[in-house]
Structure formats: C-alpha cells, structure tokens
C-alpha cells in the first residue's frame, strides 16, 4: 500500500450523515481524497510561491491579485471540501467550573428612551 493509498482511505469517512447516513460508495470516497490531497498541494504550493517569488505577491492585469489565487482561492475550495466545518475550539471542563458564574442584578432594567416633542416639519426649499 502506498502512501497515497493510505492518505485516501483515512481522510474521507465511510458514511454521508448529510443524505440520511446512507453507505458512500468507495469511488466517491477515492475522487473526495483526491481531491482533498490536490488542494493541499496546490495551498502549500501557492504559499512558497508567493512567500518565495517577489513577482507572485504582485497583481496581473487579466487575473487581478495573484495571492488571492495562488493562497486564497485554493485554500476556499479546500474548507468547502470539509463543508466550512470550524475548527472547534473546547474549553477545558476543569477551566469552566473553576470560573465563577456571573448573575444578573435583580431589578436591574434597561433604561427607556425619552419621548421627544414632534417638531413640526420645515417645508423644503423650492428646487428651479
């Protein structure tokens, strides 16, 4: 087995929780890795070049800002791959119960807007 072999049956999950978790089939999972490698590879690429090549970090007249397609479009397609999923950030259970919950006032309410007098309206200038 290969190493690219092994990076295709690790990155895709076996089941589509999104159509009803039905079985995905194993062309579907292979053609998702694939394409999963090929976006790492064309963001890491992207990267050294535009870290690398003084020219890349430029804009291009038919094409515009060329880091934005070297890095930023690359990287975009990539986080659509995985769905927009966040990176999930879980704070440590032994942190929140160590910090003290807070508690509102009671009777505290929020202060009420102040009822202005209508002014009457100014008629508007006359235009030519």
């Known amino acids: 087995m290969t190493a690219l072999e092994s990076t295709r049956c690790s990155d895709a999950p076996p089941v ?5 978790g039905d079985i995905v089939e194993d062309s579907a999972v292979r053609w998702r890795a ?3 490698l090929g976006l790492r590879y064309a963001v890491a690429v992207g990267a050294l070049l535009v870290l690398m090549l003084p020219a890349a970090r430029g804009s291009h007249a038919a094409i515009g800002w060329l880091p934005l397609w070297l890095v930023g479009m690359p990287a975009l397609a990539w986080w659509a791959l995985h769905r927009f999923r966040l990176p999930s950030w879980r704070r440590d259970e032994v942190a929140a119960d160590a910090a003290p919950a807070r508690r509102r006032r009671r009777g505290a ?4 807007r102040r009822v202005r007098p209508a002014l009457p309206a100014r008629p508007l200038p006359r235009v030519a």
């Open 34 to 36: 694939d394409l999963d």
């Open 16 to 20: 589509d929780a999104e159509f009803g």
């Open 109 to 112: 309410m929020q202060a009420r």
